[in-house]
């Protein structure tokens, strides 16, 4: 367990990503099945563990310590897992002990509920404190480590030099404690067969269009389809199961029960889960906002199914039936996908449309002023291209509608993590808005990307000659109608927020440009991020 | 218990810092005064312009070489264990274990004496003589770590940590944030007795002290400046670098490649205090009582009252009053509960 925990503790605080990766591989190789296939499990969320309540977890820390000091402990530590396992004071003759991963996940599943306060007991005796902590975030669900499943995989794959995507492939076939998968990444076993074929594939990416890009390319050779602003997803059907896949290969059938009920046609397909109606059922496609509303959740209510009924706008196929069709070029498997959508349900099923295009400038002028609030720009595909998963440049682009940009006012800043540690790299900005009679500055946004590393000295400079005020790691920034920074910050969307004090978040907001010739009287008003607010819901309902 | 003379009338908190009246002098002053006892060469304990001090020979050397010879007018070497008589007010110094030249200071008259044991704690440390315990009837102790959080960890699993982070990331530079006094002498010398031989590079800040804790008979190896020779970055590539934490936010830090961010202190027992500071490798190594040290060592000295400078006193005022221990907080302002 301890090895675990060390991994664990290491990972929370570590920022970059190759370095997780190191982190994970290491542990991997270090641990032996079936550990390193359960602790696998608990980071990539796929580890089913009994839940302990808290309130037992309280009381058992109260059996041995006074209410008081544990109040003042809780108060200053401000996590009730970590809490516990600092002050839990085991008996000295149990020290020294370190019992397994797999051996504590035994005693938690196969122990009756009239025992478990017995047994928590016993386990946090015996484990020592960074262990505790690993233990009591498992069983209460609060393990939160900052590593994506995807990470994890990635990091499964240094480990045994395999590609992530056939680790991808087999990832929904297996379950923990995962021997077979650990087998064949040491080649000691041949590539784990899949039992189940309704598995995820990887999916297949574009890149960005980048100055020059399409200066070589013929118009005629590629496709063009709008890009919707859901969440990409692939749909199967094969051997009787039905599952739905994020883009990361999370399976999110559960939270989607209309778009599985209606699913009637069997293959693999790729597509963009949206909220609202079909092209052919004449009704509007709702905004990422509303889809939001479904996403992520255990269960879904019949009024949630009603309010916000989800459906596929279908991009591509994988499977036709049994068939592995990747193969084939793009127009091609188009064909195939375009029968079968046509024959699917109409109200959960559409085909994403092709745009009738030129000239590469006809499809910017399309690109900028799309038909749709729901389109976020364009996706460019080359007719002849395979379905190859990963992101290759050259079949696939994807071209953005322009940003929204407005001026804002640097607030708040604050270091960043690793190699930008020594920097103020995380920026809170805002805009004007009245207070009563006063012009006064309300945060809307962070951002902490899209300046060079020579506008960040620039920036770092400004925050550490101006500071007023720090709170922690935080310093706050002199900002006045007539002197402060002001930074041209660009954003993909703009919805209204009851979090947020300004009443409005941003998506995906970065600073576009430093605004040295502007002082902060020029920048924008609360109301212009309003106003675009209102202008998208106005086109949504028209 | 009959006692001669109350503990108040011999020594009271006053806004310079705790004052003993019959003796006129004042324990760890923040402000200047005509005598004052120093208990160790902490910056907030050991202020320089008082006129006459006292305090054990190493921490007056460490009081000149960071404020240099017009610290104070006239100095007095403590001998540990060996008592002197002010106004009528009998003085001895006993070793706290806290840095080098670190001294709990007895005070006593009419049969009433106060330890005062400026700061402490009770793990053995390479680097200074250990805390002893002293009978008395009031003891005055800190609680820096004063909450049953506290548990600080063995100091050598937690030098290991950086000796395999070392081995598993050769390419990048490990900057360990570590006060200049005391902390970073230990860091360097749990490193050398773990076997860590390399050069190990230190900020100017730390220079003069090292140098100093040499020829006091405290080795610690091969220590280089932190500075850049030419414009090769790698050279500090699978190197432990060890600076002040304050050098760390500082445009000092941009010199080294791919740094491993490390801090050690008995604050990184806390995952979200690592976490602000943006911290990767949390070192938990602590000049101070734990809170179990803190508890054993109340009990071993059994003194009639304690009294609670600076730190969480509520907890350890609380676990007194549990076990039945007379015991108050003196809210003595000045001192930094944060500086480990």
Known sequence: MRAFAELLDRLVLTPQRNAKIKLLADYFRDTPDPDRGYALAAIAGTLSIAAVKPALLRDLTLERMDEVLFRYSYDYVGDLAETISLVWEAPADLEGEDPSLSSVLHRLNTTGKAQIRTLVRDLLDCLETSSRYAFLKLVTGGLRIGVSARLAKQALADFGGQDVSDIETLWHGIAPPYEELFAWLEGRTPKPALSMPAVFHTVMLATPVQEGDLDALEPKDFAAEWKWDGIRIQLANLGGVRRLYSRSGDDISGTF??????????????????????????????????????????????????????????????????????????????????????????????????????????????????????????????????????RAKGPWFKWKRNPYNIDAVLMYAQRGHGKRSSYYSDFTFGVWTKDGPNEILVPVGKAYFGFTDAELQVLDKFV??????????????????????????????????SRHKSGVAMRFPRIARLREDKIPAEADRLDTLLAMISADEAATTE | MFWGMKPDALLYPTPKGLYCAPGDFYVDPVHPVERALITHGHADHARSGHTAVMATRQTLDIMRIRYGEQFCVSEHVAELRQTTVINGVTVSFYPAGHVLGSAQIAIEKDGMRIVVSGDYKRRADPTCLPFEPVKCDVFITEATFGLPVFHHPDDRAEIGKLITSLKQFPERSHLVGAYALGKAQRVIALLREGGHDAPIYIHGALTKLCDYY??????????????????????????????????????????????????????????????????????????????????????????GEVWVTHGREEALVRWCALQGIAARPLHLVGYDDEGE
Not at chain 1, 464 to 476: A, L, Q
Not at chain 1, 488 to 497: H, K, M, Q
Not at chain 2, 290 to 298: G, V
């Open chain 2, 214 to 303: 040499e020829t006091q008979g405290i080795a610690l190896g091969d220590l280089r400046p932190a500075t850049l020779t030419g414009k090769d970055k790698s050279m500090f590539a699978g190197a432990v670098i060890i600076g002040p934490p304050s050098a760390f936010a500082d445009k000092w830090a941009r010199r080294f490649i791919d740094p491993v961010s490390i801090f050690a202190s008995g604050w990184m027992m806390v995952r979200q205090r690592a976490k602000q500071r943006g911290v990767e490798l949390p070192i938990i190594l602590s000049d101070h009582c734990d809170w179990p040290e803190l508890l054993a060592t109340i009990s071993e000295i059994q003194p």
């Open chain 1, 257 to 390: 029960p209309d778009i599985l009920d209606a699913l009637d046609f069997e293959g693999v397909i790729d597509g963009e889960l949206l909220v609202g109606g079909t092209a052919r059922s004449n009704r509007m496609t709702r905004t990422f906002y509303d889809l939001q509303q479904r996403l992520n959740r255990k269960t879904v209510s019949p009024k949630m199914l009603e309010d916000y009924p989800a459906f596929i706008r279908a991009y591509d196929i994988l499977f036709d039936g049994p068939e592995d069709v990747r193969s084939e070029g793009f127009i091609d498997r188009r064909a195939r996908l375009s029968e079968k959508i046509e024959a699917a349900d109409h109200t959960r099923f559409d085909l994403s449309p092709l745009v009738a295009f030129t000239s590469w400038e006809d499809l910017d002028r399309l690109r900028s002023e799309p038909p749709d609030p729901v389109i976020e720009g364009i996706m460019l595909k080359k007719l002849d291209s395979p379905y190859t998963p990963g």
């Open chain 1, 464 to 497: 550490r000659n101006n500071t007023i005020e720090r709170f922690g790691p935080v310093r706050s920034i002199r900002a006045q109608a007539d002197f402060g920074f002001v930074v041209e910050v660009a954003f993909e969307g703009i919805n209204r927020s």
